[in-house]
C-alpha cells in the first residue's frame, strides 16, 4: 500500500491588530462565530458552522498601509440579511469603501474598525453556493500558488481557470480559499493577514522541508523567539507553520 501523503493542516487565520479585542467582536459579530480565548495580546475566534479552523487576531505594531493581498467574502441569505448585515457592521465600526468595484457586481465593500477590506456579498451567489456566511478567504495570487496551497493542504482545486483558482476542504466543507490571477498588488510590508498551518503528522522540520521543495521560502522578519517557522508562499505572502494547540 502506498504511504498517504504528507499535508498539512489549515490551524488559523490571522490578522495582525493594534487592538485584537475590539476586531475580534468586530469580526464576532460579522461571522456569528464566538469569541474564545483572550489574552492581552491575542484574541482567539471560535466557528459556530462547518469551518475547521479559527481565526485569531494578534496585537501587533504600525497600521495598515495600501490594500490587503487578502480579505473575507461573507454570504447572505436573502436581500433583507445583506442590507441588515451592512447596516450593523457600519454601526459597530465598519466603513463603506471603493475600491473599484462595479455597481452590478451586487455586492457592498467594507472596512473593518482597521482598515481590512471585506465583502458583503449579494444572495444567491452561485460560485459560494454550499458556503456558510464565511463564503471565501479571497486572496491576490497567482495560479502557480494557488497549486501550491493546494498540495500544501491536499485540498483539490474546485476551480482552474484563466489563471484563477480556488481550493476548498476535501469533504466540501467550509469556505473556499481563491486566487484572482496576475497581476498581483503590490506589497507594503508584512501582509496583515497571514495562514497558520501544523503538519498534520511527522515533525515540524520535515514539513518546512517539503514546503520548500514546493517553493516556498523560510524568512526572518525579526520574529524573535516565537515558536513558528515563518514562511513565504511563491508570491512572497507570509505564513507560519506552527505546533498546535493555538489559541482558540
Not at 21 to 40: D, P
Not at 180 to 189: A, E, H, I, T, V
Given at each position: ?29 460579522a461571522l ?9 495580546d491575542?484574541?482567539g ?5 462547518a ?6 487576531f ?18 447572505t ?12 457592521l457600519?454601526?459597530?465600526?465598519g ?23 471585506m ?31 493546494s498540495e500544501?493542504?491536499g ?10 483558482t480556488?481550493i476548498r ?28 498551518i ?11 522541508d ?23 508562499d ?15
Amino acid at each position: 500500500m502506498m504511504p498517504e501523503a504528507t499535508v498539512s493542516r489549515l490551524v488559523a487565520l490571522c490578522f495582525d491588530a493594534n487592538d485584537p479585542i475590539g476586531l475580534a467582536r468586530f469580526w464576532a459579530e460579522a461571522l456569528h462565530w464566538e469569541i474564545g480565548v483572550e489574552t492581552r495580546d491575542a484574541v482567539g475566534l471560535v466557528p459556530t458552522d462547518a469551518t475547521r479552523f479559527r481565526i485569531v487576531f494578534l496585537r501587533a505594531q504600525g497600521h495598515k498601509a495600501g490594500q490587503n493581498r487578502m480579505h473575507l467574502d461573507l454570504t447572505t441569505t436573502s436581500v433583507d440579511d445583506q442590507r441588515e448585515s451592512l447596516a450593523r457592521l457600519i454601526e459597530i465600526g465598519g466603513r463603506r469603501i471603493d475600491i473599484g468595484q462595479r455597481p452590478e457586481e451586487g455586492h457592498d465593500v467594507l472596512a473593518d474598525p482597521e482598515g481590512n477590506e471585506m465583502c458583503i456579498l449579494a444572495p444567491g451567489n452561485s460560485f459560494l453556493a454550499g458556503c456558510e456566511r464565511l463564503g471565501a478567504i479571497n486572496c491576490d495570487g497567482t495560479r502557480r500558488v494557488g497549486v501550491f496551497w493546494s498540495e500544501v493542504l491536499g485540498w483539490p482545486l474546485v476551480w482552474d481557470q484563466n489563471e484563477e483558482t480556488a481550493i476548498r476542504a476535501p469533504d466540501g466543507t467550509g469556505p473556499l480559499i481563491t486566487w484572482s490571477g496576475p497581476p498581483l498588488m503590490p506589497k507594503f510590508g508584512k501582509n496583515r493577514l497571514h495562514l497558520d498551518i501544523a503538519p498534520e503528522r511527522g515533525d515540524r522540520q520535515a514539513e518546512v522541508d517539503r514546503l520548500v521543495a514546493l517553493g516556498a521560502a523560510r524568512l526572518d522578519i525579526g520574529q524573535g523567539d516565537v515558536d513558528a517557522v515563518v514562511m513565504a508562499d511563491p508570491d512572497d505572502n507570509e505564513f507560519r507553520v506552527v505546533s498546535p494547540p493555538l489559541l482558540g
